[in-house]
């Protein structure tokens, strides 16, 4: 997963690596290396991932009941 970004005309570097940053957060790239950043037993790799099914599910139910209301 490749991420781009370009530096705008007279931009500081340090604005540019802050945008580099946020999108990297977006994509869940951070996430991701940090994972892998140490070994996870297949237990806990089945619990989070079951969190993170939980959490999907309650988000899509909570934008069903704001578009219902």
């Given at each position: 997963?490749?991420?781009?970004?370009?530096?705008?005309?007279?931009?500081?570097?340090?604005k540019?690596?802050?945008?580099?940053?946020?999108?990297?957060?977006?994509?869940?790239?951070?996430?991701?290396?940090?994972?892998?950043?140490?070994y996870?037993?297949?237990?806990?790799?089945?619990?989070?991932?079951?969190?993170?099914?939980?959490k999907?599910?309650?988000?899509a139910?909570?934008?069903?009941?704001?578009?219902?209301?």
């Open positions: 997963m490749a991420v781009r970004v370009q530096a705008k005309a007279n931009e500081p570097l340090e540019t690596l802050r945008r580099l940053r946020k999108l990297c957060n977006n994509e869940g790239i951070t996430r991701e290396l940090k994972r892998h950043a140490y996870e037993k297949p237990s806990e790799r089945r619990r989070r991932k079951g969190r993170e099914r939980l999907t599910i309650r988000l139910q909570k934008a069903l009941e704001l578009l219902g209301k």
